[in-house]
Each structure stands twice: as structure tokens, then as C-alpha cells.
């Protein structure tokens, strides 16, 4: 009977057609949405690769919808977060006449706090120029309106702001019931209302966080669910490395360092010299920046735990650290109980202390103090240690202290209570066709895996082009080189060009070798290029202007939704293969290399396969799409592994001729203009 309904939802004459001017029906679209229910139903876990234009959204929301089971929507970005909840959910509940009831939920991090906003604006030197004075302002009146105290809701404050963080709450800051303002607390609200929501939209961030908090048996973040549907799939791996593991930065302690001066002075100034004790962790902090310095010089700014120059001395710098805040949590908690302000700087100052001790276990002898070596009093012996991997990263402003997972698979996977139904989807899950690699890295190797290609007629609207004449990419001449062949498609192309760069160094002389040409050729065409404006500004300018050249690096390969003719060349530099100064990815390569595995074949190409579909996926994104993808490292051609990438990526027409491209956009223009 379900099933029934939902072709009938998903029919030419069906509600959705009612809706959506101009629908029409995708069989991919219905089966996706029918494996979806059959998971639901089975309480089972489905692996959904769904091609551009599959209509994958509504896929997964009707059965939802339909099923009335508590439900979470776990999206890849803020972004993508508030167009389900504000354009998607509601336009689906209209069409269906379903009473679904709908809640928002991000982190802690993107909602105002009342305390912390009072604080700042009492605080005569907490303001740091003028644009930071009226943009307080403007919070202020938002604040006193507000339903939500979502700052996305307020755009005349970009969300970059540096002021944002000083009038929002972290989990270390927060007062929780001893707030004075706690039942006006936006945070709080959000989570009630997602207690009693039907569908909960989230962010994996906020997901990761609330299954590291799990780890700690904290379990009031998130509502549980028996269904969970994670959009964009693809970024989880990533994400959850990055929850599951810790940080400590140089900036973080320099801010606890002036939140115990400020509490101390304020709430308990005769108890000690508190400044002399703020001083003490500042100075021992910068002392270990110091003692970091040469990492600086080595490739990436990065460091293993292992690799750190001058150890003795980095070791000695952060045992005098961990020491320094010690005293200061001691001074802390004989007070802590006279203001809420000092309960939240012995918190801070405890959480920084304990994850910088974390970060030194195991020491450079293998002894881990913070693991029994031996059995308990029932004979049962200590868990086996979640592998990890720590690093060092250091550059001329900052010092961070990372730790991550080695493996997710674990950690991950076993939070999937039997009683829930799993979704991941996503248009980037495979290898041509092959899983095994995400099922992998999450541990999901039983979870159903199905895929459906694009509806979009790639084989007459788009073509892949990868020059024959360019050199490799390790050559000194390959950017001067690769601007070389994407001119001529940039003067032919009337629309806009993406140019995806796989490094930030590539990006500047690219961009650079580009304006060069535009001048020599007296073109006045606009060129935007990343680190020049915000994300959210440089695609605002890009649609608007049509025929604008953008060139960007990594955050532009996925997310980017430009159709028409505002995109028809796209043009990737090198294959996205990951740096070789990722810590986290060597620890992975070297694990695998030691057990007897091929860490390029079972790790390097498939993510690197992953990245070009989404790089190549930004082409085409409706019906009526058309354009160029091209691809400057021939390897992709010339290796034996080159067939794997090319053949996962959509069945664009192929050739290596220039001729052929520009004829092509010849073509595809003058049937444009002709429909005109």
C-alpha cells in the first residue's frame, strides 16, 4: 500500500506535478525513494548513489514524511541546512497536505547568547574598531526580536565576523542552569523544539559533535531518531576524522588566558594576583609556540608527534604548559563557586589542560599513563586504544595541537542503534561502481549499496577535454602551460568559467597568469579569485555576471550550484590527489603499507576519484546544461589507473583535440541563439 503511494506521489498527475510547474516524472527518483521506505522497514542501512538530477532531496524526504517516524537530516553544510528547512521541507509538506512538523537545529556556535552579548557590551575594551561597534548594535536590536537568535538570520553581520564569537556560547563557556538568562536561551529552545519536531534538520558537524560528546556520556545534543538520512554523504569521512579527534590552539589558550584575568579581577579579586596567574599560562604557552618554531620550516607547517624537531625541548615547553594551567584550575576551584563567570574559566582552563596531557599520551617511549596496563578487580582486561595519529601545525600567527582516529570505522558504525534505519546518499559514493572504499572508512561493509546514473544527456551536452600536449603536472612550466590550453576555450566560451585548482599556491598563479592574458587582450571580463571576498560573496558575483572567470581551490570543488549559461567551462588543473603533508593520511598510508596493503590503489585513487566527480559535477546541473570539463593531467589518460577516473565520471563525449572543443562550442552556441 506505501509503495503504492508513493508512485502515485511521484506520478505525472501527482501532487508533486500539482506543485512544481513544469515536474516530470524520473524513475530513478521513485526507485530511490522505494529502497529508501524498504530500509525504513527493515531498520537496515542504505548506501544511495544518486546522479545530478535524480531529484534525490524529495527522494528521501516523502518517505520520510509518510512513514510519521521521528527523522534526521543530516546535510554538508550550514548552507544546505537552511534551503531543506526553509525551501524544501515546506514545499514537499504543501504538495503531500502532510502535518509534518519541522525543527532547525546547528551548533551552539551559530545562536546569540544573552550572557555572553551582555558581556561584551559592558566590557568598554572588548570592542575592537568601528565596524565592530555597529555591528554589536545591530545584534543587539536582533537580538531583542528574534525568534531564533540564528545569526544566518541577521545579514547586515557577515556570519565571518571575528565579533560573533564573543556573543555566542561554546560547551566550555557555557553556564548552563546557573545562566542567568537560561530561559530565554536561544540553544535551549532550538533543542526543545527538536525534541518535538517529526523531521530535525542538522549538519554533520552538529552530528559528529554530538556522537563525540557520546564518547563522554553526554547524550542531550541531539533527539534520538529511527530514521537518519545523511545529504552529501561523501563528507563524513572527513568530518567525523575531525570531530572524533581534539584540538588545542595557541588562540584558545590566549583567550582563557584573558578570561581568567577578567573573571578573577571582577568576582574575586582579593583571593590572588590573578593577572600574575594568567601571565604564567600566556608565557608558557608562548614558550611552547617557540619551541614549535621549526616546524614552521618543514613541508606543509606540519608535524607527527614522532617527527617534531628538537623534541626535548617542545616536550619540556608543554609539560611546563600543562603545569602553568594546572595551577590556574586550582586557584579556580577554591572560587569557582562565587561567580559563574569563574565556574566557566575553571572549566575552560580543566579542558584545555586535560586535552594538551591527552595529546602527550602515549610518550615517546610507547607508556600510555592514561591506560590501565593491567586487569581490573574482575579480571577483565583494559580495552584495546583507539589508534590515533597527533600532529604539530605552526605557521608565523598560530601553533595548533591536533589528534585524530587513525580508523572511524568503529567509532562511527557502532552508534547505529538496531532500531534505526540508516540513509547515506549522495552523487559521489563510488569508484565506477565500487563502494568498498567508503564502506570501509565508515565500517559499514553489510550496509545496501545502490546506485542510479543521472537522468541528464551528457553524451550531447557536455565534453571532456584533457589537452595531449600538456606536460606532467611536477613540471615547473605546468601552470604556464595549462593557461596556455584553457585560453582559447575561455575566449570561445560566452558564458562563465570554474577554474579548480587542487592547491591555494596554484590558485594566485593561475589567477595571476589569467589577468595577465585579459590585459594583453584588452578583455573586460571579470575575474574573482578565492581569498579575495567570502565563499558566499564570490558566487553571488559569479552568477550574477555570466561570463565571470573564477578561480578556486578546494571549498569550490563541491556545493557550487550554477545552471545556465552562467557555467559552460569548467577547467581542473591536476588530479585531486590528497598532499602528501596530511598527517592524518600518512598515519593511514603507513598503517596500510604494514599490514601488506596498497595504500594507492585502497586509499589515494579512490578519494582522489571521489574529489573529480564532485570537481566535474559542478558542469551540469539541470536539463538544459551544457559545457566543457577540462582536465590538464594527462595522467588521467597516459596511467593505467587514469581508466578508473575517467570512467567513474559522467559519459561526456572525449577528445583531446582543441579543434574538436572549439567546434563544439560553436555548435552548442549557435543552437542557443537560434532558440533565442
Given at each position: 500500500?506505501?509503495?503504492?503511494?508513493?508512485?502515485?506521489?511521484?506520478?505525472?498527475?501527482?501532487?508533486?506535478?500539482?506543485?512544481?510547474?513544469?515536474?516530470?516524472?524520473?524513475?530513478?527518483?521513485?526507485?530511490?525513494?522505494?529502497?529508501?521506505?524498504?530500509?525504513?522497514?527493515?531498520?537496515?542501512?542504505?548506501?544511495?548513489?544518486?546522479?545530478?538530477?535524480?531529484?534525490?532531496?524529495?527522494?528521501?524526504?516523502?518517505?520520510?514524511?509518510?512513514?510519521?517516524?521521528?527523522?534526521?537530516?543530516?546535510?554538508?553544510?550550514?548552507?544546505?541546512?537552511?534551503?531543506?528547512?526553509?525551501?524544501?521541507?515546506?514545499?514537499?509538506?504543501?504538495?503531500?497536505?502532510?502535518?509534518?512538523?519541522?525543527?532547525?537545529?546547528?551548533?551552539?556556535?551559530?545562536?546569540?547568547?544573552?550572557?555572553?552579548?551582555?558581556?561584551?557590551?559592558?566590557?568598554?575594551?572588548?570592542?575592537?574598531?568601528?565596524?565592530?561597534?555597529?555591528?554589536?548594535?545591530?545584534?543587539?536590536?536582533?537580538?531583542?526580536?528574534?525568534?531564533?537568535?540564528?545569526?544566518?538570520?541577521?545579514?547586515?553581520?557577515?556570519?565571518?565576523?571575528?565579533?560573533?564569537?564573543?556573543?555566542?556560547?561554546?560547551?566550555?563557556?557555557?553556564?548552563?542552569?546557573?545562566?542567568?538568562?537560561?530561559?530565554?536561551?536561544?540553544?535551549?529552545?532550538?533543542?526543545?523544539?527538536?525534541?518535538?519536531?517529526?523531521?530535525?534538520?542538522?549538519?554533520?558537524?552538529?552530528?559528529?559533535?554530538?556522537?563525540?560528546?557520546?564518547?563522554?556520556?553526554?547524550?542531550?545534543?541531539?533527539?534520538?531518531?529511527?530514521?537518519?538520512?545523511?545529504?552529501?554523504?561523501?563528507?563524513?569521512?572527513?568530518?567525523?576524522?575531525?570531530?572524533?579527534?581534539?584540538?588545542?590552539?595557541?588562540?584558545?589558550?590566549?583567550?582563557?588566558?584573558?578570561?581568567?584575568?577578567?573573571?578573577?579581577?571582577?568576582?574575586?579579586?582579593?583571593?590572588?594576583?590573578?593577572?600574575q596567574a594568567a601571565k604564567a599560562v600566556e608565557q608558557a604557552a608562548r614558550e611552547l609556540r617557540l619551541a614549535a618554531e621549526p616546524v614552521t620550516r618543514l613541508p606543509g607547517g606540519k608535524s607527527t608527534f614522532q617527527a617534531i624537531p628538537e623534541p626535548e625541548q617542545f616536550d619540556r615547553a608543554l609539560d611546563e604548559l600543562i603545569e602553568a594551567l594546572g595551577a590556574a584550575c586550582e586557584r579556580l576551584g577554591i572560587v569557582k563557586d562565587h561567580h559563574p563567570d569563574l565556574q566557566a574559566a575553571e572549566k575552560g582552563a580543566l579542558d584545555i589542560r586535560a586535552?594538551?596531557?591527552?595529546?602527550?599520551?602515549?610518550?615517546?617511549?610507547?607508556?600510555?599513563?592514561?591506560?590501565?596496563?593491567?586487569?581490573?578487580?574482575?579480571?577483565?582486561?583494559?580495552?584495546?586504544?583507539?589508534?590515533?595519529?597527533?600532529?604539530?601545525?605552526?605557521?608565523?600567527?598560530?601553533?595548533?595541537?591536533?589528534?585524530?582516529?587513525?580508523?572511524?570505522?568503529?567509532?562511527?558504525?557502532?552508534?547505529?542503534?538496531?532500531?534505526?534505519?540508516?540513509?547515506?546518499?549522495?552523487?559521489?559514493?563510488?569508484?565506477?561502481?565500487?563502494?568498498?572504499?567508503?564502506?570501509?572508512?565508515?565500517?559499514?561493509?553489510?550496509?545496501?549499496?545502490?546506485?542510479?546514473?543521472?537522468?541528464?544527456?551528457?553524451?550531447?551536452?557536455?565534453?571532456?577535454?584533457?589537452?595531449?600536449?600538456?606536460?606532467?603536472?611536477?613540471?615547473?612550466?605546468?601552470?604556464?602551460?595549462?593557461?596556455?590550453?584553457?585560453?582559447?576555450?575561455?575566449?570561445?566560451?560566452?558564458?562563465?568559467?570554474?577554474?579548480?585548482?587542487?592547491?591555494?599556491?596554484?590558485?594566485?598563479?593561475?589567477?595571476?597568469?589569467?589577468?595577465?592574458?585579459?590585459?594583453?587582450?584588452?578583455?573586460?571580463?571579470?575575474?574573482?579569485?578565492?581569498?579575495?571576498?567570502?565563499?558566499?560573496?564570490?558566487?553571488?558575483?559569479?552568477?550574477?555576471?555570466?561570463?565571470?572567470?573564477?578561480?578556486?581551490?578546494?571549498?569550490?570543488?563541491?556545493?557550487?550550484?550554477?545552471?545556465?549559461?552562467?557555467?559552460?567551462?569548467?577547467?581542473?588543473?591536476?588530479?585531486?590527489?590528497?598532499?602528501?603533508?596530511?598527517?592524518?593520511?600518512?598515519?593511514?598510508?603507513?598503517?596500510?603499507?604494514?599490514?601488506?596493503?596498497?595504500?594507492?590503489?585502497?586509499?589515494?585513487?579512490?578519494?582522489?576519484?571521489?574529489?573529480?566527480?564532485?570537481?566535474?559535477?559542478?558542469?551540469?546541473?539541470?536539463?538544459?546544461?551544457?559545457?566543457?570539463?577540462?582536465?590538464?593531467?594527462?595522467?588521467?589518460?597516459?596511467?593505467?589507473?587514469?581508466?578508473?577516473?575517467?570512467?567513474?565520471?559522467?559519459?561526456?563525449?572525449?577528445?583531446?583535440?582543441?579543434?574538436?572543443?572549439?567546434?563544439?562550442?560553436?555548435e552548442r552556441q549557435a543552437a542557443g541563439a537560434v532558440q533565442a
Amino acid at each position: 500500500m506505501f509503495l503504492q503511494e508513493l508512485s502515485d506521489f511521484f506520478a505525472e498527475d501527482g501532487p508533486i506535478a500539482r506543485e512544481v510547474p513544469g515536474y516530470r516524472p524520473r524513475q530513478a527518483q521513485l526507485e530511490l525513494a522505494q529502497a529508501i521506505q524498504d530500509t525504513l522497514e527493515k531498520n537496515g542501512t542504505l548506501i544511495a548513489e544518486a546522479g545530478t538530477g535524480t531529484g534525490k532531496t524529495w527522494a528521501y524526504l516523502a518517505p520520510a514524511f509518510l512513514s510519521g517516524r521521528k527523522t534526521l537530516v543530516s546535510t554538508g553544510t550550514r548552507t544546505l541546512q537552511d534551503q531543506l528547512f526553509q525551501r524544501d521541507v515546506p514545499r514537499l509538506r504543501k504538495a503531500m497536505a502532510l502535518p509534518v512538523n519541522a525543527a532547525l537545529l546547528k551548533g551552539r556556535g551559530n545562536y546569540v547568547c544573552h550572557y555572553h552579548l551582555e558581556r561584551v557590551a559592558a566590557d568598554g575594551h572588548a570592542l575592537r574598531s568601528r565596524t565592530e561597534i555597529a555591528q554589536l548594535r545591530r545584534i543587539q536590536e536582533f537580538t531583542a526580536i528574534t525568534r531564533t537568535g540564528d545569526k544566518s538570520d541577521l545579514s547586515s553581520v557577515p556570519e565571518e565576523a571575528d565579533l560573533w564569537s564573543r556573543v555566542t556560547s561554546t560547551r566550555e563557556n557555557c553556564l548552563g542552569q546557573d545562566c542567568p538568562y537560561v530561559k530565554d536561551c536561544f540553544v535551549m529552545k532550538a533543542r526543545r523544539k527538536a525534541q518535538e519536531a517529526d523531521i530535525v534538520v542538522v549538519n554533520h558537524a552538529l552530528f559528529m559533535a554530538d556522537l563525540a560528546l557520546r564518547e563522554e556520556g553526554i547524550t542531550d545534543l541531539l533527539p534520538t531518531a529511527e530514521l537518519v538520512i545523511f545529504d552529501e554523504a561523501h563528507q563524513l569521512p572527513d568530518v567525523a576524522t575531525r570531530f572524533l579527534g581534539t584540538g588545542v590552539s595557541f588562540h584558545q589558550i590566549l583567550d582563557l588566558c584573558r578570561q581568567i584575568e577578567a573573571a578573577g579581577l571582577a568576582h574575586a579579586r582579593e583571593a590572588t594576583n590573578w593577572s600574575q596567574a594568567a601571565k604564567a599560562v600566556e608565557q608558557a604557552a608562548r614558550e611552547l609556540r617557540l619551541a614549535a618554531e621549526p616546524v614552521t620550516r618543514l613541508p606543509g607547517g606540519k608535524s607527527t608527534f614522532q617527527a617534531i624537531p628538537e623534541p626535548e625541548q617542545f616536550d619540556r615547553a608543554l609539560d611546563e604548559l600543562i603545569e602553568a594551567l594546572g595551577a590556574a584550575c586550582e586557584r579556580l576551584g577554591i572560587v569557582k563557586d562565587h561567580h559563574p563567570d569563574l565556574q566557566a574559566a575553571e572549566k575552560g582552563a580543566l579542558d584545555i589542560r586535560a586535552k594538551l596531557y591527552q595529546w602527550t599520551q602515549p610518550d615517546r617511549m610507547g607508556n600510555n599513563a592514561l591506560r590501565p596496563q593491567e586487569p581490573d578487580e574482575n579480571g577483565e582486561k583494559p580495552p584495546a586504544p583507539v589508534l590515533s595519529v597527533r600532529w604539530v601545525e605552526a605557521g608565523a600567527q598560530f601553533m595548533r595541537l591536533q589528534s585524530a582516529p587513525l580508523s572511524i570505522a568503529h567509532l562511527f558504525s557502532r552508534f547505529r542503534s538496531p532500531e534505526q534505519a540508516w540513509v547515506l546518499t549522495s552523487a559521489t559514493l563510488s569508484v565506477h561502481g565500487d563502494f568498498s572504499h567508503f564502506q570501509r572508512q565508515l565500517g559499514l561493509r553489510d550496509a545496501a549499496a545502490m546506485r542510479w546514473e543521472s537522468p541528464f544527456d551528457y553524451a550531447s551536452h557536455a565534453m571532456l577535454y584533457v589537452p595531449s600536449t600538456l606536460p606532467l603536472p611536477s613540471s615547473p612550466q605546468f601552470n604556464e602551460r595549462f593557461v596556455e590550453v584553457l585560453w582559447p576555450l575561455i575566449r570561445k566560451a560566452e558564458g562563465g568559467v570554474l577554474v579548480l585548482c587542487t592547491t591555494l599556491r596554484a590558485v594566485d598563479r593561475i589567477a595571476d597568469l589569467l589577468e595577465e592574458r585579459l590585459d594583453a587582450a584588452g578583455l573586460d571580463r571579470l575575474l574573482l579569485r578565492q581569498g579575495e571576498k567570502s565563499r558566499r560573496v564570490l558566487l553571488d558575483e559569479f552568477r550574477k555576471e555570466g561570463s565571470a572567470i573564477l578561480v578556486g581551490s578546494a571549498s569550490f570543488w563541491e556545493g557550487i550550484d550554477v545552471p545556465g549559461n552562467a557555467l559552460t567551462l569548467v577547467a581542473i588543473d591536476k588530479l585531486p590527489f590528497a598532499p602528501p603533508d596530511d598527517p592524518v593520511l600518512e598515519a593511514r598510508l603507513n598503517a596500510c603499507r604494514s599490514r601488506g596493503g596498497n595504500p594507492f590503489m585502497e586509499f589515494q585513487l579512490p578519494e582522489a576519484a571521489i574529489a573529480l566527480k564532485q570537481g566535474a559535477g559542478r558542469l551540469i546541473r539541470s536539463e538544459n546544461d551544457w559545457g566543457v570539463l577540462l582536465v590538464g593531467d594527462t595522467r588521467i589518460v597516459d596511467k593505467p589507473y587514469g581508466k578508473l577516473l575517467w570512467r567513474g565520471l559522467p559519459p561526456f563525449v572525449r577528445t583531446r583535440e582543441e579543434k574538436r572543443v572549439l567546434q563544439f562550442y560553436e555548435e552548442r552556441q549557435a543552437a542557443g541563439a537560434v532558440q533565442a
